[in-house]
């Protein structure tokens, strides 16, 4: 069965102090990889997409990294306004329903100034 | 600009009753989910349709309705059968292929 653990579950930086949030997968093909962001109260926003393994992609602070195992999204000088949680999903054809996204619980992460 | 529009943003339900939550989007997508979010849990499947007039039961699709009867509109309906549904309801669309999904800004929903 097709899984998502995301590592940790909360962190709490000051600003300024970069980090890495960890999604380790199981999944059978990797159709790719998601990145979300989730403020309090609203729908995910969406991050990143990563297919391959060496493949990094880059936002402002943000920078995701992908290999066979695992997704790092990589926090640099991290500012108040980066806290949130940070969703990371693959996708999956189990079950037979193509385009099905398989979420990890999430990390939450709290930046203090 | 193009998007999803859930409605409404907070609903009560009284022990026993039926309530309906809107989805509407304007992205010209053909897939559309409905996720269950739970605090410490991830996002859960209930239900999903990949072209209009036909959908699939999700993971946790006991105690649930949908209709697909139009590409914009995909309304969930959860019914007294499900025990316990004080839960923040999402709805996706995606256009398929290499492309993610598009959330709503979700419903919660509080049992009263």
């Known amino acids: 069965e097709d899984q998502v653990t995301q590592s940790p579950e909360a962190l709490r930086l000051q600003e300024g102090e970069s980090s890495s949030l960890n999604c380790s997968y199981t999944v059978s093909g990797l159709r790719g990889l998601f990145w979300y962001r989730q403020d309090p109260g609203k729908g995910p926003e969406f991050l990143f997409t990563l297919y391959s393994a060496g493949e990094e992609k880059e936002k402002e602070r943000l920078k995701a990294t992908l290999t066979k195992k695992e997704s790092f999204l990589h926090i640099t000088a991290p500012k108040p306004e980066d806290s949130a949680t940070y969703l990371c999903?693959?996708?999956?054809?189990?079950?037979?329903?193509?385009?099905?996204?398989?979420f990890g619980t999430g990390t939450l992460l709290a930046v203090q100034p | 600009d193009g998007g999803i529009t859930q409605s409404p943003k907070y609903l009560f339900r009284k022990e026993g009753q039926n309530v309906t939550l809107s989805c509407e989007q304007n992205l010209n997508h053909d897939a559309m989910y409905w996720y269950r979010q739970d605090p410490g849990q991830g996002l859960r499947l209930i239900y999903y349709?990949?072209?209009?007039?036909?959908?699939q039961k999700g993971d946790i699709a006991e105690g649930y309705s949908v209709s697909r009867e139009k590409k914009e509109s995909f309304p969930l309906t959860v019914t007294s059968a499900q025990k316990n549904p004080t839960a923040f309801y999402l709805c996706?669309?995606?256009?398929?292929?290499?492309?993610?999904?598009?959330f709503g800004s979700g419903t919660r929903l509080t049992v009263v």
């Open positions: 996706a669309s995606t256009r398929g292929g290499t492309y993610g999904y598009t």
């Open positions: 999903a693959v996708r999956s054809n189990y079950g037979g329903a193509t385009n099905k996204l398989i």
């Open positions: 349709s990949q072209i209009v007039n036909d959908f």
